[in-house]
């Protein structure tokens, strides 16, 4: 049996360390009523495909690939415009972890012109020094200032769905030519 959607263009990737939060992400934006209090998700092995509905009746492919498979990440960044990375903002040690991993990413040839989506996830969690502790770790004004890619910050949260808005808005801003 063949799915539509595997002639259907993956015009972004989800990525980010292990247990950021990329899977609840995605399930939020795809049912706002699928992820609450009592959810939770396993470590993705591999990459798992989310096609995602947007206004005016469009949809975009997300393709999350899993963080356990860091190293291979560089194998779907092939006609990859935009990214999304998600970072745990509740973890300062994953924060630090994620950084590595962000800048590696930064440094990839074929992304040079990404955009770049950081979603600050499972604010929920953290208390609100959490947020700018994160963005100074991971050094985000200096990287906005210096780097070709666009890089746009959002916080996120998987069980109320704030933050969703803007993922989307971000996803039909892209999406549109």
Request: some cysteine.
């Amino acid at each position: 049996m063949q799915y539509s959607y595997v002639h259907q263009k993956i015009a972004c990737i989800c990525v980010g360390a292990p247990g950021s939060g990329k899977t609840l992400l995605l399930r939020k934006l795809l049912s706002s009523t699928e992820v609450d209090e009592t959810t939770s998700s396993i470590p993705t092995i591999g990459t798992s495909i989310f096609k995602l509905k947007l206004k005016n009746n469009k949809s975009v492919m997300i393709r999350e690939i899993g963080g356990l498979i860091a190293p291979l990440w560089q194998h779907y960044y092939q006609s990859i415009s935009n990214i999304i990375f998600v970072v745990d903002a509740s973890n300062l040690c994953q924060i630090s972890a994620s950084g590595i991993l962000l800048y590696s990413l930064l440094t990839e040839p074929e992304l040079q012109n990404a955009n770049i989506l950081l979603v600050l996830s499972k604010m929920d969690m953290s208390y609100r020094q959490m947020r700018n502790e994160a963005l100074l770790i991971l050094q985000i004004d200096k990287l906005i200032k210096e780097l070709p890619q666009k890089i746009k910050v959002v916080e996120f949260n998987a069980i109320n769905g704030n933050g969703a808005d803007k993922i989307l808005s971000w996803l039909e801003e892209k999406d549109s030519p």
